[in-house]
């Protein structure tokens, strides 16, 4: 029969080998590890998030009076104890049990606008972990009260200083407001309420272009740091119709600049000014409002006419295989709000063109080649070139076909470039090669084209090469100059067919 005294060393010579486990610690011997608050103290303004477990950090803000302060712990329980730095004193100092090694205290009462510390310490003594800070922050901003020189609001008695389609300056203000959401002619969207940070005073000046004339309302909410949010607030305003509105062919924005038109990644219209140095839309068209309903990849666009909108453009697009095309009236300076509507009949007596759009893969806008402010358009059909002109009423007058024998199959055609006295100079480019051809179309003195060079596009002048594996989009703007996008979505600009100018990344 062995001793104790045996036994004891025998245990103590396997502990030494490892052959058995040490004793779990006592509560005496415990640890507490990770302070955290709950909810979380942060800033709502920069979605920052903070403990402040030091004497340096900045504390952030809970917006409740009651928050939960969390720690881990190997015992069975901890002592938390929290003090009111803004007042002065201790509050709560208390033991705390641990289930399943979660420590969760819930002091209440907290005061509003006043900055807190608080800490554990493990049962038995040990050491504490750092001492945290959070501040309290119940009460929303008040306001917010919204001003504008630019735009006035309705019962002022001001006068508006700028029209519908220009860029005014909008200024908010809220007490204790460090983030402001907003929306012009709209719904405040759901999610993070901090669009844009305040100030240090609370303020917020944004500078918003109103794209329809008459009455419209700006919706403003203001939040603090604890995510309080004030009521949204309703700014009516007037916003004028230009007198004397500048006109540029192919200028969808009302800014008197052509546009460029391209689909983002995720099938909604980008509207891209010419004069710009990047690739930021002046508006986006919804994928929902394409033609198909569900994307403006692979739609053919034109943006060279309008009918009853001066002086912006309004939109013609075509899915292809579609035997419709459809006509987007531009009442809101390129948002296009309304959505479409069949539009672009065509003549039903001329031989050899179909009555509908069905067998049209490709369309490119002329612009106004007469008396018609519409665009007369360019569609390739069965691989051959037609001419649709005289639009008015929702409909194309007269029609002509420019080339037989399927001579445009393996061409794209590019919308023209435009002198000073009407005459076109249109473009391809030839699928296989990538040559850039140019094809000259006069402009006689009672007014009428002369197309005869579009029956061969063979026949073209070459004036530069664009491989469709490294520019999968090329085109032409209102203005005759070329634009590209290249393999890895950058937008180039070019003067004319030359001197590219990488723009940037598409979205």
């Known amino acids: 029969m062995y001793s104790a005294r045996l036994l004891t060393s025998?245990?103590?010579?396997?502990?030494?080998?490892?052959?058995?486990?040490?004793?779990?610690?006592?509560?005496?011997?415990?640890?507490?590890?990770?302070?955290?608050a709950v909810p979380a103290p942060g800033f709502a303004s920069t979605g920052a998030r903070t403990d402040a477990c030091d004497d340096t950090t900045v504390p952030g803000f809970v917006g409740t009076t009651a928050?939960?302060?969390?720690?881990r712990t190997t015992g069975t329980q901890a002592r938390y104890a929290l003090w009111d730095e803004t007042s002065g004193g201790k509050l709560f100092d208390q033991s705390v049990p641990a289930v399943d090694g979660l420590l969760s205290a819930a002091p209440t009462g907290l005061t509003d606008g006043h900055t807190y510390a608080w800490r554990y310490w493990p049962a038995?003594?040990?050491k504490p972990t750092p001492k945290c800070h959070f501040?309290?922050?119940?009460?929303?901003?008040t306001g917010p009260v919204v001003s504008s020189t630019d735009f006035p609001a309705s019962n002022s008695g001001q006068t508006p200083q700028k029209y519908a389609g220009q860029t005014g300056s909008f200024t908010f203000r809220a007490e204790g407001a460090t983030c402001y959401q907003y929306v012009l002619n709209g719904t405040l969207s759901v999610g993070s309420p901090c669009q844009a940070p305040a100030g240090p005073d609370g303020s917020l000046t944004v500078q918003l272009k109103p794209r329809q004339w008459g009455t419209n309302v700006l919706t403003v909410q203001a939040t603090d740091d604890a995510g309080n949010v004030a009521q949204p607030v309703s700014y009516t305003f007037y916003a004028p119709s230009n007198p004397n509105p500048v006109s540029a062919p192919g200028d969808v924005d009302g800014d008197g600049v052509p546009d460029i038109l391209l689909p983002d990644l995720a099938g909604n219209l980008q509207v891209i000014s010419t004069d710009g140095t990047g690739t930021t839309p002046s508006s986006l068209i919804a994928a929902q409002r394409s033609p198909g309903g569900v994307s403006w990849a692979g739609a053919e666009v034109v943006n060279r006419g309008y009918e009853n909108h001066y002086p912006v453009s309004d939109l013609l697009a075509l899915s292809p295989g579609n035997g419709s095309l459809y006509f987007y009236r531009n009442f809101d300076l390129g948002e296009f709000s309304n959505g479409p509507v069949l539009g672009g009949r065509r003549p039903t007596d001329t031989p050899g063109i179909a009555s509908n759009w069905s067998h049209a893969t490709q369309l490119a806008g002329l612009g106004t080649l007469d008396q018609y402010p519409g665009s007369s358009v360019l569609s390739v059909e069965d691989g051959d070139l037609l001419l649709f002109t005289e639009p008015g009423n929702n409909r194309f007058w007269a029609s002509k076909k420019l080339s037989t024998g399927a001579?445009?199959?393996?061409?794209?055609?590019?919308?023209?470039?435009v002198a000073a006295d009407g005459s076109l100079t249109l473009r391809s480019r030839e699928l296989a090669t990538g040559q850039l051809r140019e094809y000259a179309v006069p402009k006689a003195a009672d007014g009428t084209y002369d197309f005869t060079a579009l029956a061969a596009p063979a026949a073209g002048t070459v004036v530069g090469t664009f491989p469709v594996a490294a520019y999968p989009t090329l085109d032409s703007s209102a203005d005759g100059n070329l634009y590209a996008v290249t393999a890895d979505r950058h937008l180039l600009t070019f003067t004319g067919v030359t001197n590219p100018k990488d723009r940037g990344l598409l979205k």
């Open 10 to 36: 025998a245990a103590a010579v396997a502990l030494a080998a490892g052959l058995l486990s040490a004793p779990a610690a006592s509560a005496a011997g415990s640890a507490v590890t990770e302070p955290h």
């Open 67 to 71: 928050p939960v302060l969390t720690a």
């Open 124 to 126: 038995g003594g040990g």
């Open 135 to 141: 501040r309290v922050d119940v009460s929303a901003p």
């Open 407 to 417: 001579a445009w199959a393996g061409y794209q055609v590019i919308e023209p470039a």
